[in-house]
Structure formats: C-alpha cells, structure tokens
T-cell receptor, first 117, second 111 residues
Framework: NAGVTQTPKFRILKIGQSMTLQCTQD?????MYWYRQDPGMGLKLIYY???????DKGEVPNGYNVSRSTTEDFPLRLELAAPSQTSVYFC????????????????FGSGTRLTVV | GENVEQHPSTLSVQEGDSAVIKCTYS??????FPWYKQELGKRPQLIID?????GEKKDQRIAVTLNKTAKHFSLHITETQPEDSAVYFC??????????FGKGTRLSVIA
C-alpha cells in the first residue's frame, strides 16, 4: 500500500513550457486534491475531484488544468509555465462517509518541487 | 465559505515546556478538525483530529480541545522535545468541500 504517489519529485521549467504532474493513490479514496505551498506559507487549493469524471476549482485554479478519468489518478497540467507557479505541489486524497462529509483520512503525497525560470 | 485563522505564526519553547496553538473557524456547520505536522522538506502528516461530538482528545503528549460555541480549537503539546520542531497546520471543512488550512505555526523547541 503505497498511499499517494507523486512524480516527479523535482522539475525545472522554462517560462512558457508545459508539464504534467502525476498523482496516483491506491487507497480507493474517492476524493483527490491538488494544493500548492509557497515558501513559508500555507496550503492553497488548486483543484479537487469528488470522483472519476468530476472536477472542481479551488482557490487558485488559474494556469492549471486537471482531469480524473479513473479513481486512482489525478494529474495536474501546467500550460505556459510562469515564474509565479514556482512552488511545491502536493496531491492528497481522502474518503467520505455517507452523510458525514468527505474530509477523513486526508493523506498527502511527498510533493513536487517546481521551479520556473 | 470557511475561514480558518491560526495563532501564533511562530512559537519558541524550552524543551520540556508545553506548547499551545489555537485556531478559530467561521462555519458553524464544520464538524471535523484535524492537525497536521510538516517537517522541513516533508509532506504534511496528520497527527491528531477531533470530531464535533467530543470536546477533547488525547494521544500521548498531544491533545486537541474543541469549543464549538466559541468556534475555536487548540493543539496542546506537553513535555516538548526537539523532534517536535516543525510547522503545524490546523484545518476545518465547510460542508462537503475540501479542508481549509490555517497559515501554519512554526514551532521551535530549544534544547
């Protein structure tokens, strides 16, 4: 049981390049999330998904796109990278209990450190 | 939506002393309050959580208290050790939406 796996761990992009951050979970969690964490700051939600085929915007979605074709995978796509997207990106997943919300067992991946130059 | 305020932003304590971090939230419907510890360069990890039907929960040297009337919850660490040095985040949900995190508290335990 690997939990939440993110790849790559580190990446340097040039301005205007694109890339996809991969996230996979093997806990059969229905909810998945992408957060970014700027140096010395808290976690800001980019996008989230409540199940395969369903995604929704978070607090800071501009410049990013996501898809959720399977329960296990939730990739984050950066188009036209900008220096403002330099950050550490965390993927997370959680499970829901019918009628009691969907915030239990939040498990984070190890993060992707992205630098845009 | 939910708004979570966390205080203090930094906290230094002597080894063996206690540390207390407080969070307030805005959504009276929130029912789940986790605390995460993030060591330098690592992922946030859940250390303790509390649900709204209890007022206090303990796990060895760590405890969380909840005051639903005042809409605040606190993390208490007793007999602090150098390995407790990290950034601590509180969080709260708003209905079925994702967790909203506080801005974090950097705890330094001085040996």
């Amino acid at each position: 049981n690997a939990g939440v796996t993110q790849t790559p761990k580190f990446r340097i992009l040039k301005i205007g390049q694109s890339m996809t951050l991969q996230c996979t979970q093997d806990m059969n969690h229905n909810y998945m999330y992408w957060y970014r964490q700027d140096p010395g700051m808290g976690l800001k939600l980019i996008y989230y998904s409540v199940g395969a085929g369903i995604t929704d915007k978070g607090e800071v979605p501009n410049g990013y796109n996501v898809s959720r074709s399977t329960t296990e995978d939730f990739p984050l796509r950066l188009e036209l990278a900008a220096p403002s997207q330099t950050s550490v990106y965390f993927c997370a997943s959680s499970y829901s209990i019918r009628g009691r919300g969907a915030n239990y067992g939040y498990t984070f991946g190890s993060g992707t450190r992205l630098t845009v130059v | 939506g939910e708004n979570v305020e966390q205080h203090p932003s930094t906290l230094s304590v002597q080894e063996g002393d206690s540390a207390v971090i407080k969070c307030t939230y805005s959504d009276s419907a929130s029912n789940y309050f986790p605390w995460y510890k993030q060591e330098l360069g690592k992922r946030p990890q859940l250390i303790i959580d509390i649900r709204s039907n209890v007022g206090e929960k303990k796990d060895q040297r760590i405890a969380v208290t909840l005051n639903k009337t005042a809409k605040h919850f606190s993390l208490h660490i007793t007999e602090t050790q150098p390995e407790d040095s990290a950034v601590y985040f509180c969080a709260a949900p708003s209905g079925n939406t994702p967790l909203v995190f506080g801005k974090g508290t950097r705890l330094s335990v001085i040996a």
